[in-house]
């Protein structure tokens, strides 16, 4: 029986919320596949409880945990899902298409003589399953074959909603992978400490753009009255005014949160790429003509500087 292999993806022993959905897309693939086995491998150190909790959505857990593991390197990541990948027999190996799962994929998709299909957003067909994938900045949508025996998938967390539980808990087994072959040794992690959530987790998220002038003061305060996090458009990141990791688009990352303000974003493409899944999304433009109102729900003409203190106040009394 086809086997599908879903890769996990933790730190320090916390799955990350894009793996639900990678099991998701997962389930989905295994079932199209015939009823294919839906397997999970997870790397790290101290994986207990996670390997526990990735039991209720698969039928087997692999956990390889060693502290040769501890740090996410994509490639020690990499070699682990490899010897997973061939002790599974897997047919596909999905992950879910975040900074780390488009670092590690193309490594195990090498090493595994695997063709690949990246950043998916919907599986097609029974059988043999293609993949549509967004090309051109999300212009243009593709459908996919990979014709290779192994298949490595990732896919946008954005668009697989998240498993449900299985009716029964897998099966947790301890998998022996090598990482001494690995050339890349871990040396340092340096931690950006925030109290705000993780941008591709939020449920809110207030994006600024250059029309803020790298004053984002407006934007931390609503980001806090809301419990959000912060985003930022590439232009603001580029000038510094912000860290690369806050950026949201084609080339940052893509999100779909319950709420999206984008304040003194013109919203071109690329940025629209990484932010027009959100559910609903207020856009606030001092330019009645900027792009962004074409995929706002809410669209306020008007000084972002004036709009989002009285915003970020209304939302304090609502509280
Ligand atoms: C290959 C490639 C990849 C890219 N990837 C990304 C990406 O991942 N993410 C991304 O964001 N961009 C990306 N870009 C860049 C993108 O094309 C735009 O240049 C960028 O998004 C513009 O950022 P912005 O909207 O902040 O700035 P601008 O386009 O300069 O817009 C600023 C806006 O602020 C408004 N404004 C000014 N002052 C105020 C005020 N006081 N109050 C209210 N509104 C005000 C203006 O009317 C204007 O609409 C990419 C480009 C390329 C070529």
């Not at 897309?25 to 101290?46: F, I, P, T, W, Y």
């Not at 305060?221 to 806050?246: E, H």
């Not at 932010?275 to 000084?303: T, W």
Request: with cysteine.
């Amino acid at each position: 029986m086809a086997t599908v292999l879903v890769i996990a993806e933790q730190v320090k022993g916390q799955l990350k919320k894009a793996t639900f959905h990678a099991l998701g897309a997962g389930r989905d693939l295994a079932k199209r596949l015939g009823g294919a086995e839906l397997h999970v491998l997870v790397a790290g150190a101290n994986l207990g409880e996670a390997a526990k909790q990735l039991a209720e959505y698969a039928g087997t857990v692999h956990v390889v945990d060693g502290a040769a593991f501890e740090h996410a390197v994509a490639e020690t990541n990499a070699l682990a899902a490899v010897a997973a990948a061939k002790a599974t027999s897997a047919s596909h190996v999905v992950l879910a298409a975040t900074t780390w799962g488009k670092d590690l994929a193309p490594r195990i998709a090498a090493r595994l003589g695997a063709g690949i299909a990246s950043d998916v957003l919907a599986l097609v067909g029974e059988g043999t399953v293609h993949f549509k994938r967004a090309m051109w900045a999300g212009n243009a949508v593709a459908t996919v074959e990979v014709t290779t025996p192994i298949k490595v998938v990732t896919v946008r967390p954005t668009e697989f909603a998240p498993a449900e539980k299985a009716a029964a808990a897998g099966a947790v087994q301890a998998f022996a992978a090598d990482a001494g072959a690995a050339k890349t040794k871990f040396v340092s992690f340096a931690e950006v400490k925030s109290a705000r959530p993780e941008l591709a987790d939020a449920r809110v998220v207030i994006a600024g753009g250059r029309g803020t002038k790298g004053d984002f003061k407006p934007i931390e305060a609503l980001a806090d009255t809301l419990g959000g996090a912060v985003g930022a458009s590439r232009a603001v990141c580029d000038a510094g005014w912000q860290p690369n990791d806050l950026q949201v688009g084609q080339t940052g990352k893509v999100v779909a949160p319950q709420l999206y303000v984008a304040a003194g974003i013109s919203g071109a493409i690329q940025h629209l790429a990484g932010m027009k899944g959100s559910k609903v999304i207020v856009a606030i433009n001092k330019d009645p003509e900027a792009p962004i109102f074409q995929v706002a729900d809410y669209g306020l003409v008007a000084d972002l500087f004036k709009a989002l203190p009285e915003l970020t106040d209304a939302a304090a009394k609502l509280k």
